[in-house]
T-cell receptor, first 115, second 109 residues
Framework: NAGVTQTPKFQVLKTGQSMTLQCAQD?????MYWYRQDPGMGLRLIYY???????DKGEVPNGYNVSRLNKREFSLRLESAAPSQTSVYFC??????????????FGPGTRLTVT | DQQVKQNSPSLSVQEGRISILNCDYT??????FLWYKKYPAEGPTFLIS?????DKNEDGRFTVFLNKSAKHLSLHIVPSQPGDSAVYFC????????FGTGTRLTVIP
């Protein structure tokens, strides 16, 4: 039981390059999330998917797109990377998006540097 | 503006003593509060939660207290152990989770 997996673990991009961060969960969770963590800022929600087939913006969506490929997989795409997107990115999943079943399970993170 | 605040970036405690981590929030509509623990190079892991209709929840060495009138949340760890050394995030939910900036706890053997 792997939980939430993320690829890659590390990535260095040049400004303007694009890339997709992959996330998969094997817990049959309905909801999935993408966060970024910056020093002194805590975790901030980029996008989420409450259920398969739906996606919604979070607190900091600008510069990102997402795809909920199926119930297991939720990808985050940077179309034209900028230095301000240098961060650690975490994917998470939960059984439900509201109520008592709100515990989120996190992946190990992707450390992205944009030069 | 940050809706969930952890004003102490770090805390050091002797092994066996109590660790108290604090969290303040501004949004009275938050209905659920959670604490996550994070080790370096790993994702956060869920520790304990409390509903806004309760004022205390206990799970082994971990107790979370909620003071709604003060909009204040605290996590007590008793007794503290070296393995508890990590960054602790509080989070609050209103549709989505809002995280504090974290407190680095160091438990000194």
């Amino acid at each position: 039981n792997a939980g939430v997996t993320q690829t890659p673990k590390f990535q260095v991009l040049k400004t303007g390059q694009s890339m997709t961060l992959q996330c998969a969960q094997d817990m049959n969770h309905n909801s999935m999330y993408w966060y970024r963590q910056d020093p002194g800022m805590g975790l901030r929600l980029i996008y989420y998917s409450a259920s398969e087939g739906t996606t919604d913006k979070g607190e900091v969506p600008n510069g990102y797109n997402v795809s909920r490929l199926n119930k297991r997989e939720f990808s985050l795409r940077l179309e034209s990377a900028a230095p301000s997107q240098t961060s650690v990115y975490f994917c998470a999943s939960s059984e439900a998006s509201t109520g008592a079943a709100y515990e989120q399970y996190f992946g190990p993170g992707t450390r992205l540097t944009v030069t | 503006d940050q809706q969930v605040k952890q004003n102490s970036p770090s805390l050091s405690v002797q092994e066996g003593r109590i660790s108290i981590l604090n969290c303040d929030y501004t949004n009275s509509m938050f209905d659920y509060f959670l604490w996550y623990k994070k080790y370096p190079a790993e994702g956060p892991t869920f520790l304990i939660s409390i509903s806004s209709i309760k004022d205390k929840n206990e799970d082994g060495r971990f107790t979370v207290f909620l003071n709604k009138s003060a909009k204040h949340l605290s996590l007590h760890i008793v007794p503290s152990q070296p393995g508890d050394s990590a960054v602790y995030f509080c989070a609050a939910s209103e549709d989505n989770l809002f995280f504090g900036t974290g407190t680095r706890l160091t438990v000194i053997p």
